[in-house]
């Protein structure tokens, strides 16, 4: 990882997607996606991926309904732990 670990949830506090970038010699930075699901009895892992940004990776995470109308101005999506 070489930098900051990024995460949002769901409305529902039970779905999260958790990303952090990565770098290998000779390639751009890349974001890792886990999309975490902590609804049942046991947290599982449910999508992972290599994304190009952190808005990308979130944009393949967030649902489509909960995704708010193009033209509506929306607090930052991210956060990071222990703020």
């Known amino acids: 990882m ?20 990565s770098t290998t010699t000779g390639q751009p930075m890349r974001w890792y996606l886990w999309d975490i699901d902590a609804c ?6 449910v ?4 994304y190009p940004t952190s808005d990308a ?3 393949d995470w967030q649902p489509q309904s909960a ?3 193009p033209h509506t101005q ?4 991210w956060t990071t732990p222990g703020y």
Do not use: C, I, K, N
């Open 67 to 69: 995704r708010p109308p």
């Open 2 to 21: 070489t930098g900051p670990v990024l995460w949002t949830r769901d409305r529902y506090g039970s779905r999260f997607a958790v990303t952090a970038p």
């Open 57 to 59: 990776a979130l944009h």
């Open 40 to 45: 049942g009895h046991e947290t599982f892992t």
């Open 74 to 77: 929306r607090s930052p999506w």
């Open 47 to 50: 999508h992972s991926g290599f």
